[in-house]
């Protein structure tokens, strides 16, 4: 397995389509399970509630750590490594990436004040301040909106808590006869859309759609599935992610998928990395030009 060179490119590409890209969204679709017809009535109550079930079924818990098998898919190229998850609430979201369990190859962490990319193999890194970004700082979208996606919840975008006041702001289309309702919100130009399921209020997808007009188009897409009991709760132990980008060479998509097993409440773990002097620092620009000759 191939770790230097592209598979490092690769994964940095991934992350940073996950902080920078955002999503055109999906119709709902049938899927083989038979939805139970249910009787709200599409009124504002009724819709304020379902958007109140849909963000009161979050995890409580601190901490969420889990094993994983991460996949990447671009093009021709398909690569599959495992590692680990760890997530502290308001603090730090961390993938380690451990090729056959032997040793680190790559390390993604986000928190609060940056976003960090480790390349273990050629000693290098890559650390931006989320307001270098000028997309994420335009649109409101930060390490809360971030952790909302990878926590599986609704989330205001530039806001760090949903408060129940907020709830009104979203819009709701309820369709009862179907598998899935639809919890919509737009800010200029970007739509953010969730699909939450009808009897258990699963957010089952989230869509974050960019377009300025013109050429310039992305989108992010995260779908959720492999519920499993957490804590009291229910978590997904399937994350698939794929984002798109008109910047891209060829406009090709660039496909994540986390499989997440062993799902712990584990609070036993360092929340920042540290890295030694023999590690370099790299630019953005740098990165960015891997990212647009990966085909």
Known sequence: MKIKGFAINVVVAAVVMIIAACGTTKTVTET?????????????????????????????????????????????????????????????????????????????????????????????????????????????????????????QLFIPGSDHMRDSELKTFDVKLLPQAICSIIELGR?????????????????????????????????????GGFQNFGGRRFPSQITITGTSSELKGGQSITIELALDKLRNNEDWEARTRLSSKYSAVTAEEVLSKIMSIK
Not at 127 to 146: H, I, M, Q
Not at 199 to 209: C, R, W
């Open 32 to 152: 083989a399970r038979k939805p139970e017809k249910t009787a709200f009535a599409d009124t504002e109550a009724a819709r304020l509630k379902f958007v109140r079930n849909v963000s009161d079924r979050a995890m409580v818990q601190k901490n969420i750590t889990a094993k994983l098998k991460f996949r990447v898919k671009k093009g021709s190229k398909d690569i599959s490594v495992g590692g680990s998850l760890h997530m502290r609430r308001d603090d730090v979201i961390r993938i380690q990436l451990t090729p056959m369990g032997l040793f680190e190859a790559g390390r993604i962490e986000l928190t609060k004040d940056y976003v960090m990319i480790v390349d273990r193999i050629n000693k290098q890194y890559l650390k931006a301040d989320y307001n270098e970004v000028e997309f994420l700082r335009r649109n409101g979208l930060n390490f809360y909106s971030l952790q909302a996606l990878f926590w599986n």
């Open 188 to 224: 200029d130009k970007m739509n953010y859309k969730w699909q939450a399921d009808n009897k258990s209020f699963e957010i089952t997808q989230a869509d974050v759609a960019y377009s300025d007009g013109s050429r310039s188009k992305a989108s992010l897409q995260w779908k959720y």
